[in-house]
Every structure is written in C-alpha cells, then in structure tokens.
C-alpha cells in the first residue's frame, strides 16, 4: 500500500533525527572525548539529519507524485483468473490425453504469486504452457512455476524431461520477453524486468529531484569536510556530485507493476 504525503514526511523525519543522532556521536568522537565541542557536534548531527530527511522525503515524494506506488492494488484474484484462463487449453490437451492436471488444481496462488505446478503433466502440455506464458506476456506480472517437490506441490518430484524442456525454453525466451529469469532448486521465478522510464518522464524527476537532493548533500558534504583550507569547497563540490549521480538513479527508476 502507498504511504500518503504525511506518512511520507513523518517517516523522513523519524530517519532524520537517528541520522543527525548518529552524526552527533560521531562527530564528539571524532572531534576526541577530552575536549567536546558541543555546538559543532550538534551543527554537524543537524546538518545529517536534515540532509537525511530531505532525501528520503524528497525520493518518497517524487515517488507518489509520478506513479511508482500509487497504481491501483492489483487483485490477486483477478490475476490468477487470468493466468487459469490462459492455460485453460492446456487442460483441455490433458483430459483429451487423460492426464489428471487442471488449471483448478495446478494453478494456484503461492504467497501472492501466481504459481503453475507442473507435476502430472508431459511435456507437449509443458510445452504450451510455456508457448501461452511467452504469447500473453502483456497480461501478466510475476510468475512461478514449480519444476520440483517445493512449496505449492504436494506430489512428488515432476519429471526431468519436463523440468528440463522448460527450464531451457524459458532460460532462452524469458528476458526478450522482458522477464527477469531466476531459477531454484524447486521452482522459476518470472520477475518483470520493469519498464524503463521514457525521456520526458526520466527529466521530469531529475528536474523536480535535483535541487533538494543535490542541494542538501553538497551544503552537507561542505560542513562535514572540515575548516582545512579548500576543504569546504572540495566538499561542496563532491556533495555535488554525489547528489546528482542519486537524483540520476532516481529517475532512472523502473516500473515493474508490468
């Protein structure tokens, strides 16, 4: 569930004062136990924590504002109706060949992931679940599929050949289908690789990311860096940097509701 402006604003806040917490102690120690200077110490926790707040409110913010977490809840139901009816041909191959595999029984929902238990059934029928999976891609997110006795099968091992036929096809097929492939002893994860932003949308965050967080880290970066001559300038500087690369990754977010 999204987390709402407030609860955004609040949770950076909360993160803000362990930072500038954390950035106090450290910079008493730093500075030697024998003599502490306080208000330096302090300036410095501030400047931490405020940076910290700053950065997660900002990336939260900008988050919400351009849709990375408020589509709309995806029904789980509605999701495994959909994988069901996508390989209901598949069931109708098995009864006409007398294998016991139904979409009812072997399509299930696993810890909220659309799960294919593929016991019982030979390899043609593999071989069009596989076929169905690829050809309705746009349709689906996240799939599994269990090759071995592991969570979601209470038979007993599927067949090499099976879990072999499907394993190569996916491993070959699954990433120019925008498919992240992740294989377990037991089971295949099909994770969308998500959609990538396009230009606009990409110096639209940058634009409205840049300023708080490049601006926060490079004053942080220059308070930090010490009273050394050019120092604060050489931190400023890096703070700079550092803030533009994070704003840059930002933006570069990926969208893997898809």
């Not at 294998?99 to 059934?121: F, K, Q, Y």
């Not at 071995?148 to 036929?165: K, Y």
Request: with cysteine.
């Amino acid at each position: 569930m999204a987390l709402t402006y407030r609860e955004i604003l609040f949770l950076s806040l909360f993160i803000g004062c362990i930072f500038a917490t954390m950035g106090s102690f450290l910079a008493i120690f730093a500075g030697g136990v024998d003599d502490v200077d306080l208000i330096s110490s302090g300036r410095i926790g501030l400047v931490v924590g405020a940076t910290a707040s700053i950065v997660i409110f900002t990336y939260g913010g900008v988050s919400r504002l351009l849709g990375h977490e408020k589509a709309q809840p995806v029904d789980k139901k509605d999701t495994l109706e959909i994988l069901r009816s996508i390989l209901h041909p598949v069931e109708i191959q098995a009864v006409s060949k007398d294998i016991p595999w139904s979409v009812g029984r072997h399509v299930i929902n696993s810890a909220g992931t659309p799960t294919i238990d593929l016991h019982e059934i030979d390899i043609m029928g593999a071989d069009l679940i596989v076929k169905n999976l690829l050809k309705n891609r746009e349709e689906l997110g996240r799939v599994r599929l269990i090759i071995g006795s592991g969570r979601g099968s209470d038979s007993g091992g599927v067949d090499n050949t099976v879990a072999d036929h499907v394993t190569s096809k996916l491993r070959r097929s699954s990433s120019s289908h925008r498919w992240q492939y992740i294989e377990k002893r037991s089971n295949i994860m099909l994770r969308p690789m998500g959609r990538p932003p396009s230009r606009a949308e990409w110096f639209r965050r940058f634009f409205i990311g840049i300023i708080p967080i490049a601006g926060s880290l490079a004053f942080a970066f220059r308070d930090l860096a010490g009273a050394a001559p050019g120092a604060s300038e050489r931190g400023f500087i890096f703070g700079l940097i550092i803030g533009i690369l994070v704003t840059s990754m930002m933006a570069s977010h990926r969208d893997r509701t898809g």
